[in-house]
């Protein structure tokens, strides 16, 4: 068997049979962080090191795994002796999701069946480019049939570049983190953009709302937040309205108007009718000069503290049923996988999320669906996104169902679960559950 080959991780007759009916199924990616400008302008790629290497820092983390100098990686040096340092690295990558993204993508991009190392990378390297003189970003989006494409943006972002491009919606994802943050410069800008003059917290949220219903009217159906931790304290209208007006806070009384402020989010995206995306347990920027010198998402980043399960169900005990909207849960940390998803079943319209992040490993999306299944609904997942900056990423779809069809299908061949039945689960996760929850 290839590796990349048509039987990848199909272990028995039922995995081939489910993935057979998953295979071809559009793509919804309801949370990415592609740009949204390449897409309107039909960016073309120069050559393969740039599709692969110019914004990806699963890569750029797995070089300097490898003791690839930074020069390669963030710095100065042309793609493609960036690309000739990532073919040098990958017989490294055994069992890591990069080695099977990396052959998946040179297989179904560009018909490429070879390993790539260092001995294959000039023949691979002109091969690709040949691919890619004739290759933009529609003709990728419809090569792996993109229905849907959800951009993660600020608040302030003006939305220009999102629409139908192609065969492909492409819309935008509220993202206020920035706002969040309550950093003064950027609430003075905020006050010009929304017109709303910020001199307290319900001028704060009537602004953000201004904001949100100017994200619906260019097709915004999803909210997305990124956090360490949930709050453990939460301040009452009048407490937070105080705390706001201080120009000094102490890190309780942040902790307390970040809570009040995130449960006010989440009423306002109920009312609404938004999805909500809730990310957490992850530490940012843990290498200080690295951070200084490459920038946010350049690959220092990583798994932090799992999450307080008293802290989740506090939360959530703030928001009746109907003040809550939709929310999806996606931890990177998954040691408590179990206890969160026995949350989602103590409030309604809570859901697990797909594995997140450093999770998406084969083993990690398993370890994902399994437990789901066992504490949770596995019916009811919305299955996989790419959560990525590249365009070659829509492999990892495939990957997903793959593995999807083999836990489904390794159930049903031990005689524990309807084979007809997983084929239809199989679909619902894999395309029509998201479809439906976002009316698309």
């Known amino acids: 068997m290839d590796f990349y080959g048509k039987e990848l991780f199909l272990s028995g007759k039922c995995a081939q049979e489910i993935y057979g009916e998953i295979s071809q199924l559009p793509i919804i990616d309801y949370h990415c962080h592609l740009d949204e400008r390449m897409i309107a302008r039909n960016a073309g790629f120069g050559d393969i090191g740039e599709l692969w290497l110019a914004g990806d820092h699963y890569k ?11 020069y390669y990686i963030t710095g100065n040096a042309d793609f493609e002796e960036k690309f000739y340092k990532y073919a040098e690295i990958m017989p490294m990558l055994a069992g890591n999701p990069l080695y099977y993204w990396t052959h998946m993508e040179l297989s ?7 390993p790539l190392c260092a001995d294959t990378a000039k023949e691979i390297y002109r091969e690709a480019n040949r691919v890619l003189a004739d290759t933009n970003v529609l003709s990728l989006l419809k090569k792996f049939r993109v229905e849907y494409v959800a951009t993660t943006n600020d608040p302030m972002d003006d939305l220009k570049d999102h629409g139908k491009f192609g065969e492909t919606l492409v819309a935008p994802t509220f993202r206020p983190d920035k706002l969040l943050s309550l950093d003064r410069k950027y609430l003075k800008q905020l006050e010009e953009k929304a017109g709303i003059p910020i001199r307290s917290a319900k001028d704060l949220l009537r602004a953000a709302e201004s904001r949100l219903v100017y994200f619906m009217l260019h097709g915004c159906k999803i909210a997305d937040h990124g ?4 709050p453990s304290v939460y301040a009452e209208e009048a407490e937070a309205e105080h705390i706001f007006a201080k120009e ?8 307390a108007l970040f ?8 009423k306002m995206y109920a009312r609404h009718n938004i999805l ?3 990310h957490f347990a992850v530490t940012r920027n843990v290498n200080k000069k690295m951070y200084l010198s490459a920038g946010a998402d350049s690959g220092f980043d990583v798994i932090g503290p799992a999450a307080n399960t008293q802290d989740l169900i506090a939360f959530f005990s703030h928001l009746a049923d109907e003040e809550r909207p939709e929310t999806v849960l996606y931890t990177l940390n998954d040691s408590n996988l179990p206890a969160l998803c026995c949350v989602t079943g103590a409030f309604r319209k809570v859901r697990m999320g797909a594995a997140w992040w450093f999770n998406d490993t084969a083993e990690g999306i398993r370890r994902n669906l399994k437990t789901i299944a066992e504490y949770s609904a596995l019916g009811n997942n919305f299955g996989m996104l790419t959560d990525s900056r590249s365009f070659a990423s829509y492999v990892r779809f495939d990957f997903f169902r793959r593995i999807l069809a083999d836990y489904l299908g390794g159930l049903a061949e031990k005689g524990e679960y309807d084979l007809s039945a997983a084929k239809e689960i199989a679909k619902k996760i894999s395309y029509y559950n998201i479809k439906e929850a976002l009316a698309l």
């Open 248 to 255: 000094e806070k102490t890190p309780l009384e942040r902790e």
């Open 276 to 278: 909500v995306q809730l």
């Open 227 to 230: 956090f360490e931790k949930f």
């Open 60 to 70: 750029w983390r797995a070089m300097r795994l490898c003791g690839v100098p930074e």
């Open 108 to 114: 179904q991009i560009f018909g490429i069946g070879k």
């Open 259 to 266: 809570g009040y402020l995130l449960v006010q989010f989440m």
